[in-house]
């Protein structure tokens, strides 16, 4: 697609550019596209009932790179992370994910919140569609993606469905099309671009995320936290699965019990605890699970980090 004129105001510029910051690739998405991504994850954090705060910050900052008058990736190139803060609502972590959608091509929170995110709450991310038309079309259509909403919307299921008129359901066809398009594009890139070489990125103490696992854990006991319905290993759709978002010391972590094949074969789904967690676009997950052998029998560990949960328990 061509790209359009762009206006010679003065871009945001910086003193200097990262040593660290790698090369942006010649075929780098264009702001439209940055833009889709980050309110697409704006509008699957807003379908999990995380902080209005964050999803705010995340659509705040596509209207922000849509609105620039130069490419994100241009600004990237001339002032790394620092130049792209000087655009309006874009902090720390934005600037991460936009560096991690330029470089190389993905972003792995959107891979996530995709992968944990129910039928139900997938279809409320289409403008029009509520919750109870969205439990409607599952329940009753038994679609599970978007792909299938699509088709559904095409061969006259969906118009059948209460509440769907032709009006609506045209309109539904319509923001599908360019919904998916966005997605199938975004797909091409992750195929195309190589993984990102940077350095292993930092990650929480383990002391945060056993605060996290433990907080998660008490709160699903209690029946406190909202549960979603996973695809996986679920096949009457019960929404079983409880969902925690919360913020430690700067890390924004979302914690679920495994609905891993092996997690169901050792009867540990309400025992192993899976702990998203990002911050400043960097982003990595763990599994906290309570351990059955040596010095820390009986005590909840990060696996892979056991050293480092033997000098928190010490």
Request: hydrophobic share 40%.
């Amino acid at each position: 697609m061509p790209s359009s004129p762009r206006s010679p105001a003065a871009p945001p510029t910086c003193a200097a550019v990262s040593r660290a910051e790698p090369a942006v690739p010649p075929s780098a998405p264009r702001n439209a596209e940055v833009a889709d991504v980050l309110g697409r994850v704006a509008d699957l954090l807003e379908a999990q009932d995380e902080n209005p705060f964050r999803v705010r910050a995340w659509r705040a900052g596509a209207r922000s790179v849509r609105e620039s008058e130069r490419e994100v990736a241009e600004i990237l190139a001339e002032g790394g992370r620092e130049g792209l803060h000087l655009l309006p609502g874009i902090g720390k972590s934005l600037a991460g994910a936009i560096a991690e959608l330029v470089h190389t091509g993905r972003l792995r929170m959107l891979d996530r919140l995709e992968g944990e995110i129910s039928p139900e709450d997938l279809f409320t991310t289409v403008p029009g569609i509520g919750e109870e038309l969205a439990a409607r079309i599952h329940r009753e259509l038994h679609v599970d993606t978007l792909e299938e909403l699509e088709l559904a919307a095409h061969d006259g299921r969906l118009e059948r469905l209460p509440g769907f008129g032709a009006r609506r359901v045209r309109a539904v066809r319509e923001l599908l099309a360019g919904m998916l398009a966005r997605s199938t594009r975004w797909r091409a890139r992750r195929i195309r671009y190589a993984e990102s070489r940077a350095a292993p990125p930092p990650r929480p103490p383990v002391a945060t995320l056993l605060e996290v696992d433990a907080e998660y854990r008490q709160r699903a006991e209690a029946g406190a936290l909202r549960t979603i319905a996973p695809r996986r290993f679920n096949p009457e759709g019960r929404a079983w699965l409880p969902v925690l978002h919360t913020e430690r010391d700067g890390w924004s972590c979302t914690a679920l019990y495994s609905n891993t094949a092996r997690a169901h074969e050792l009867g540990t789904t309400r025992d192993w605890v899976i702990v998203y967690y990002e911050r400043d676009g960097d982003e990595d997950q763990c599994t906290v699970v309570t351990e059955r052998h040596g010095p820390l029998a009986g005590r909840r560990v990060v696996r892979g980090r056991e050293a480092e949960c033997r000098a928190v328990a010490s």
